[in-house]
């Protein structure tokens, strides 16, 4: 969520001014195609760890890292950013997220709705709260009947639609949110 143009830049970090001394990467390097993990640092931490002596070594591995198949789905994404109108896409996905979402803001249904880049989330106003809320298997069940893959967790609803996601992709997922809200307090839903 926090990498990979999620949030609107590259990374996270970048929005709050952090250079970060390590960085772990997972998911998104490869597109979402397979899983791999790589952990970056700066030259001051590498150096530090860098040494025949066991006792120094910087152990960063793990079961998803340097797999070859992985690898080459990481370099051809990294080709995707380099050389496909990809900051556009986000920029584009997150200008629709905010129009879908302007009518949910002043609706009584819902309440704190949010949005960084091309994440959006909105809470569906109900008695109990949170992630273990009744309303969370409930919508689930809804979403699904629906044909339309959105995981509420509790009453907290989130979109993190892909970057290929079209408007008429978000107007489904946003007509069937409102749907939802209509019918969380009843036996249809």
């Known amino acids: 969520m926090t990498g990979w143009g999620r949030t609107g830049t590259l990374f996270a970090c970048e929005q ?6 390590i ?3 997972s998911k998104g390097i490869t597109g979402g195609a397979l899983p791999l993990a790589m952990t970056l640092c700066t030259p001051e931490i590498f150096e ?4 025949d002596d066991r006792s120094r070594m910087f152990f960063h591995c793990s079961s998803y890292t340097a797999n070859p198949i992985a690898c080459a789905a990481a370099l051809a994404n990294l080709e995707v950013w380099r050389n496909e109108p990809v900051a556009l896409r986000i920029k584009t996905l997150a200008a629709m997220q905010r129009e879908r979402l302007a009518a949910f803001r002043s609706d009584p249904r819902f309440t704190n709705v949010r949005q960084l880049g091309t994440i959006a989330a909105l809470d569906i106003a109900v008695e109990k709260t ?3 809320s009744e309303a969370g298997p409930r919508l689930r069940a809804f979403f699904r009947q629906r044909n339309i893959l959105i995981r509420p967790l509790g009453n907290v609803i989130y979109l993190m639609p892909p970057y ?3 408007p008429h992709d978000l107007d489904r997922a ?3 949110i409102d749907e939802a809200a209509d019918l969380i307090g009843t036996a249809a839903l």
């Not at 709050?16 to 001394?21: L, R």
């Not at 530090?48 to 040494?51: E, G, K, N, V």
């Open 16 to 21: 709050s001014g952090i250079t970060p001394d």
């Open 174 to 176: 946003y007509e069937a």
């Open 23 to 25: 960085l772990c990467l």
């Open 164 to 166: 290929c996601a079209t």
């Open 130 to 132: 949170g992630y273990l």
């Open 48 to 51: 530090a760890h860098l040494s």
